[in-house]
């Protein structure tokens, strides 16, 4: 069965830095986009970043030059280094990711559990 699994939230002061992790548990043979989204108390939810299998990334403009979005392929994980970060980033953050699962024919949406994330002094 195929899982994410998502790590590394906490208490973060304003300024510090946090870095999430997002792993891939279960067989599988494909490994496509891996995102991050977060969904604020009363909001819904958004999407943060985005990295491709090649490592190309992407941004939301409000984590721009203080987020950084990685991936280590051979790990089948995605990484969140929230530096810096602000209250305002006070939220659930949820992996996602486009995995073909073994035997599974066609690649699939899959998200994590999500991983509270508070930034407060």
């Known amino acids: 069965q195929v899982q994410l699994v998502e790590s590394g939230g906490g208490l973060v002061q304003p300024g510090g830095s946090l870095r999430l992790s997002c792993a891939v548990s279960?067989?599988?043979?494909?490994?496509?986009?891996m995102d991050w989204y977060r969904q604020a108390p009363g909001k819904q939810r958004e999407w943060v970043a985005r990295v491709s299998r090649g490592g190309d990334r992407w941004y939301t403009d409000s984590v721009k030059g203080r987020f950084t979005i990685s991936r280590d392929n051979a790990k089948k994980t995605a990484y969140l280094q929230m530096d810096s970060p602000k209250p305002e980033d006070t939220a659930v953050y949820y992996c996602h990711a486009v995995i073909m699962a073994l035997y599974g024919g066609t690649y699939v949406n899959y998200w994590g559990q999500g991983t509270q994330v508070t930034v407060s002094s």
């Open positions: 279960g067989n599988i043979v494909g490994l496509g986009d």
